[in-house]
């Protein structure tokens, strides 16, 4: 299994920003070359996928976050970014990362709440 350790949430007020960083453990996977995404869940919802990025840069937005939401990462610090823009109140949950479409157990999640 792979280590993965979000951090980077908070309070902020409707409009502000925050940005997430997710650690992934070096030894097993390397950033550089896995789909990686970040994922939100609110209680009694699905998890759901945010956004995500391929090896080859590739980026994916679920369509209430785009042009808000940038996915990146730092394949020298094999971390994996999102940076949160213009936060609504609908963007409270719990924010987790993960490799892309694996059965990887999932992190503690770094809390996200947006005050309107």
């Known amino acids: 299994q792979v280590q993965l350790v979000e951090s980077g949430g908070g309070l902020v007020q409707a409009g502000g920003s925050l940005r997430l960083s997710c650690t992934v453990s070096r030894s097993i996977v390397s950033v550089r070359l896995t789909t990686m995404g970040w994922y939100r869940q609110v209680p009694g919802k699905q998890r759901e996928l945010v956004a995500s990025?391929?090896?080859?840069?590739?980026?994916y937005y679920e369509i209430s976050v785009k042009g808000r939401f940038t996915i990146s990462r730092d394949n020298d610090k094999n971390v994996v970014y999102l940076q949160m823009n213009s936060l609504k109140p609908e963007d409270t949950a719990v924010y987790y990362c993960n490799l892309f479409g694996s059965n990887n157990s999932w992190g503690q999640g770094t809390q996200v709440t947006v005050s309107s």
């Open positions: 990025i391929g090896s080859g840069g590739s980026t």
